[in-house]
């Protein structure tokens, strides 16, 4: 039996589709229903009936499912030993960041982590922390950064860095005390920094779905450029204006009074593979 044939019918019953497992994997629909059936072929039984409200397991699917879990994790901890024996790690290491982290925080620990581990290939994919988190949990990334703590049973988090948020204008706006009043430029629903600005608004009796919205936008580049040309304003981190700033190009007009956090994530049940605890402690060392 091929233990990538396991690892494929797991996925299938913990997503509930051969779509949804299809894509999680990277392969297509008709590969996934394939090593399904090679899978049953080598076992001798049928483990997955499909009906219209989705997938059913057999008993004996059942059964397949609940040794599978085990088998999966002893297999991947021995790959672990024997890829890691003599200190030298390798392997595929995918990481999803939000735009904040990708930018600030993560660049310089992925280029200590591959001085240190050259072996070791990272993919990094870059979506709002909404997008990052449903590809963690989804099992397309191991790791994950974001501007909101995960609060899945099943994750690790570490806070990794912290920001503070800022309202900013054009340069020739000068302080207003009625700037809750303007229109906004504001990142698009799912982003870190879209929560947290709502959250900094709230605690100042402002709710977001009040504020005059001149544009929804989900690059932050964008918003600092449209608030240049005199748009609106914005609620972006410091760390993305403080060189504009102080060039003269904005101005804060408001700083909110706390910090947000930056999280780093793994699900549990991967926090003890070996390349996984690297980053990780690479982050540490970082920060």
């Known amino acids: ?66 040794s599978g879990k085990t088998i999966l994790a002893e297999w991947n901890a021995l790959s672990d030993s024997c ?29 200590n982590f591959h001085t240190t581990y050259p072996l070791v290939e990272l993919s990094v994919y870059v979506a709002d922390s909404k997008q990052v988190l449903e590809q963690l949990y989804r099992g ?11 609060e899945h049973p099943d994750v690790y988090s570490l806070q990794l860095a912290s920001d503070r948020l800022v309202v900013i204008a054009n340069r020739h706006k000068s302080p207003d005390r009625n700037w809750t009043d303007d229109p906004f430029i504001l990142r698009e629903t799912g982003s870190g920094t879209r929560i947290a600005s709502e959250q900094a608004l709230s605690s100042m009796g402002v709710m977001l779905d009040k504020v005059k919205c001149a544009a929804e936008v989900s690059d932050t580049g964008l918003m600092i450029r449209l608030v240049e040309a005199g748009m609106g304003l914005a609620i972006v981190s410091n760390l993305d204006v403080d060189s504009a700033v102080q060039e003269g190009r904005l101005s804060v007009i408001h700083e909110f009074p706390y910090q947000r956090h930056f999280y780093l994530a793994c ?21």
């Open 83 to 111: 890829r890691n024996m003599g200190d030298t790690l390798s392997g595929l290491l995918r990481i999803g960041a939000s735009t904040i982290p990708a930018k600030h925080l993560l660049p310089n620990v992925i280029t």
């Open 267 to 287: 699900m549990r049940d991967a926090s003890h593979h070996a390349v996984i605890q690297a980053f990780l402690q690479a982050a540490k060392t970082q920060f």
């Open 140 to 150: 397309s990334v191991e790791i994950a950064c974001v501007g909101a703590k995960p």
């Open 1 to 66: 039996m091929d233990i990538k044939y396991l690892e494929t019918f797991l996925k299938v019953c913990d997503l509930g589709s051969f779509t949804a497992a299809a894509d999680a994997l990277n392969m297509s629909q008709p590969g996934v229903s394939k090593q399904i059936q090679r899978l049953q072929a080598d076992l001798g039984v049928t483990l997955l009936r499909r009906e219209e409200n989705g997938i059913k397991l057999t008993e004996a699917g059942r059964k397949v499912y609940a």
